[in-house]
T-cell receptor, first 114, second 114 residues
Framework: GQQLNQSPQSMFIQEGEDVSMNCTSSSIFNTWLWYKQDPGEGPVLLIALYKAGELTSNGRLTAQFGITRKDSFLNISASIPSDVGIYFCAGQSVEGTSYGKLTFGQGTILTVHP | KAGVTQTPRYLIKTRGQQVTLSCSPISGHRSVSWYQQTPGQGLQFLFEYFSETQRNKGNFPGRFSGRQFSNSRSEMNVSTLELGDSALYLC?????????????FGAGSRLTVL
């Protein structure tokens, strides 16, 4: 089946530093999504990417959909303590009219030291 | 606008029992997907329902089943529980009108099997 490799698995950074994480796939995806999950909660969508080469920003977050459609990265600039959490990439490939099936990466655990 | 509501939030069962989890999607959302989250396997797709029909299914045994009602609410059932079924079960809803791949997740139902 499809596999998503997300790296790094964990990051320990100082407040104010920039963060970068990425995902690669063995298969092509039509859509890349980035989610953040806080303890005891479900994942929350951060950024959605729909087109190869697309670069999208959401505040301090920037994500790109790789040109090969097999990879994506997420950057967080000037990290703050509330950025702590687990970040997941997710890819979606067209299967008929089914839009609800996402393939998730293993997650990146982000710790920010004040 | 209310988010995705999952009940119960926590439950404890013993091996061999069965469990039913409930999900109320965001009002107007007709697609409901279910995911299992475990430390070892991460987030894995269980199934997706749209207009009371199962539209896609992940690679899980037949003990895992689901259904969707006419008001889009969904339930999933796990029969003959095994220790390995202990997990966070997440429900997500989406509306084709808001972007086909934008899934909004609930907070999850944490199942512990003893």
């Amino acid at each position: 089946g499809q596999q998503l490799n997300q790296s790094p698995q964990s990051m320990f950074i100082q407040e104010g530093e920039d963060v970068s994480m990425n995902c690669t796939s063995s298969s092509i995806f039509n859509t890349w999504l980035w989610y953040k999950q806080d303890p005891g909660e479900g994942p929350v969508l951060l950024i959605a990417l729909y087109k190869a080469g697309e670069l999208t920003s959401n505040g301090r977050l920037t994500a790109q959909f790789g040109i090969t459609r097999k990879d994506s990265f997420l950057n967080i600039s000037a990290s703050i303590p509330s950025d702590v959490g687990i970040y997941f990439c997710a890819g979606q490939s067209v299967e008929g009219t089914s839009y609800g099936k996402l393939t998730f990466g293993q997650g990146t655990i982000l710790t920010v030291h004040p | 606008k209310a988010g995705v509501t999952q009940t119960p939030r926590y439950l404890i069962k013993t091996r061999g029992q069965q469990v039913t989890l409930s999900c109320s999607p965001i009002s107007g959302h007709r697609s409901v997907s279910w995911y299992q989250q475990t430390p070892g396997q991460g987030l894995q797709f269980l199934f997706e329902y749209f207009s009371e029909t199962q539209r896609n299914k992940g690679n899980f045994p037949g003990r895992f089943s689901g259904r969707q009602f006419s008001n889009s609410r969904s339930e999933m059932n796990v029969s003959t529980l095994e220790l390995g079924d202990s997990a966070l079960y997440l429900c997500a809803s989406s509306s084709l009108a808001s972007g086909a791949n934008v899934l909004t997740f609930g907070a999850g139902s944490r199942l512990t099997v003893l």
